[in-house]
């Protein structure tokens, strides 16, 4: 049988706490990260200034999904980190 891959997101994370968060999750394999600019989709979150910030908090490869209208302008960034996934919607 294959592994699960659990990957828990950060989207609804206390960002007050937010390395306490992480090491909570400190044994997933992934940390999903949804990148939304509120014009792709209505939502607003984060951008790859977290993604950097988790990576220096965990050493856990990152799962990002970016819901935005210019991809590109992200992967410029994000591409350089090295995370396990990048999902443009």
Do not use: W
Request: hydrophobic content about 50%; overall charge negative; some cysteine.
């Amino acid at each position: 049988m294959e592994k699960v891959a659990i990957c828990p997101s950060i989207l609804a994370a206390d960002f007050t706490n937010l390395a306490a968060e992480l090491h909570r999750v400190k044994n997933a394999d992934y940390i999903h990260i949804d990148v939304m600019d509120g014009h792709f989709v209505p939502n607003l979150s984060f951008g790859p200034m977290v993604a950097q910030a988790v990576q220096r908090v965990v050493d856990i490869p990152l799962d990002v999904h970016l819901m935005v209208t210019n991809p590109d302008q992200y992967l410029e960034t994000l591409i350089p980190m090295q995370p396990g996934f990048i999902t443009v919607h």
